[in-house]
């Protein structure tokens, strides 16, 4: 794997970063989904087998977030992880199937949204408003196959074709 | 080297690879053990984390100026996108209030006379020769955590904390922290929001506080106050945190509870004005309590929701 192939997931995922955080001129209840827009691209490179995108770079993202938008650190970093590992998990059952991902990448966003809603209600001691965690994962679902395609297109998934040999243990 | 017996083109390599358990290696847990860490550090208030997040947000604020100007076209694109979203519902708010608005044109022409007279008579309260510095939102916050917005500008351009923050239509907040080139201000609408207002001509004096949603609730009002939806909401400076007579918005529809709506379109907001107010900056608990003089505020406080 050569040098540019091997930074592109890291780069990407900064660069989606740093849009995240832009002040768009969207309204509040719109500019949630923003900062799960990464997590469409952490599933993505995350449910190839070996991972191109190294943990870190996902905590790093996360940081970023926490940071650039003033919020509690820790807090989006936390999330990204727990989508970049249950992307690993759930993700490897539909790796080349562009439905499938896209059901998985469901299952992986409700449960990672459920996380965020938990730890933002634990971190206040209140159950926090739910209406805006759902937007935002109504809006990140619908994002989703603009931003896969885009991961697709510059790093395609491998296809079985209909004449390969299957072999045991390959 | 010996040939294997099958090609299957490129990509191969991928698919040839030995089946095997899908493992996130020692650093996901240490990782995730990092977060939580942060996270409790975050809840606690500590020092060096905040210290951490401000130089980093220094060296990041150039570079998010930077990048704002590229992508300032699209950014454009998305904001009138956004505006389009809401258009339709906005369309016929504007119907019915322009019914309403053609039975109040003759009498706003009847108040505009007096109003000039009445301009010049209140102009001697206004406080005047407070000098300023516009900076530019390069950041805000999204979320449920904080209604806050990162300005590029900080105590390099003389920027302390407590200063007010205005765009071009009323108050959006205060400097809360301050780094030496980038500044936070905590907007009016967040649930640390505290400040001091007059509300109406009568000037009745309450304490305007956030919660995270668009319409900031009125607190510590005197028992027999009535408000009406409408009536000017104006700081009145008690405690010294901000200017007397800013403009912030008007007393919303229903209530009480009473709501504030903003003059200010704090998701529109691009660049800002900071006043360079040397009053009292106060924190929000103590601005609170300073602006209710003694028994009006004891009596109100048993009444807060």
Do not use: C
């Amino acid at each position: 794997m050569n040098l540019p192939r091997k930074l592109l997931p890291g780069l990407s995922l900064a660069a989606l970063t740093i849009i995240a955080v832009l002040p768009w001129g969207l309204a509040a209840s719109y500019r949630f989904v923003l900062p799960l827009l990464p997590v469409i691209f952490i599933h993505e490179w995350a449910i190839r087998n070996p991972s191109p995108l190294p943990a870190w770079a996902v905590f790093a993202s996360g940081l970023a977030v926490d940071i650039l938008t003033a919020g509690p650190l820790g807090y989006w970093s936390l999330i990204y992880l727990v989508a970049y590992v249950l992307s690993v998990e759930v993700g490897t059952l539909s790796r080349s199937e562009p439905a499938l991902r896209w059901v998985s990448f469901a299952i992986v966003l409700v449960l990672v949204v459920a996380v965020a809603w938990s730890i933002a209600s634990l971190y206040f001691f209140e159950a926090a408003e739910m209406s805006g965690f759902l937007w935002a994962a109504l809006w990140a679902m619908l994002a989703y196959p603009l931003l896969a395609a885009f991961v697709v297109a510059v790093d395609p998934l491998p296809q079985r074709r209909m004449n390969d040999r299957l072999e045991r243990g390959v | 080297m010996k040939r294997p017996l099958f090609e299957i083109g490129p990509g191969h390599k991928e698919r040839r690879q030995p089946s095997r358990p899908r493992r996130h290696g020692a650093s996901v847990p240490i990782l995730l053990f990092v977060s939580m860490a942060l996270l409790v550090l975050s809840r606690v208030n500590n020092d060096l984390v905040d210290r951490v997040r401000w130089q980093v947000m220094d060296v990041m604020t150039p570079v998010l100026s930077a990048i704002l100007i590229p992508v300032e076209p699209l950014r454009r694109g998305v904001q009138s996108l956004s505006e389009y979203a809401t258009l339709s519902a906005e369309l016929e708010r504007l119907r019915a209030e322009n019914q309403k608005l053609r039975g109040w044109e003759w009498r706003a022409k009847d108040l505009e006379r007096k109003l000039a007279s009445l301009e010049a008579a209140s102009r001697t309260a206004r406080e005047t020769g407070i000098d300023f510095v516009t900076a530019r939102i390069v950041s805000n916050s999204s979320g449920a955590f904080v209604r806050s917005a990162m300005i590029n500008a900080g105590e390099r351009e003389r920027i302390r904390d407590g200063y007010p923050v205005l765009s071009g239509d009323g108050l959006v907040g205060r400097i809360v922290e301050t780094g030496t080139k980038a500044a936070r201000v905590l907007l009016l609408t967040d649930v640390k929001s505290r400040i001091p207002v007059h509300v109406g001509e009568k000037g009745v004096r309450a304490i305007m506080a956030g919660d995270n949603g668009a319409k900031p609730r009125l607190l510590f009002l005197a028992e027999d106050s009535r408000l009406s939806p409408g009536d000017e909401v104006r700081t009145s400076g008690s405690g010294g945190g901000v200017p007397k007579g800013l403009g912030i918005g008007k007393v919303a529809k229903g209530g009480p509870p009473y709501r504030v709506e903003l003059h200010a379109d704090l998701d529109a907001a691009d660049y800002v004005g900071v006043l360079m107010f040397e009053g009292t900056a106060l924190d929000p608990a103590k601005t609170a309590d300073g602006a209710i003089d003694g028994q009006s505020a004891r009596k109100a406080a048993s009444r807060e929701p």
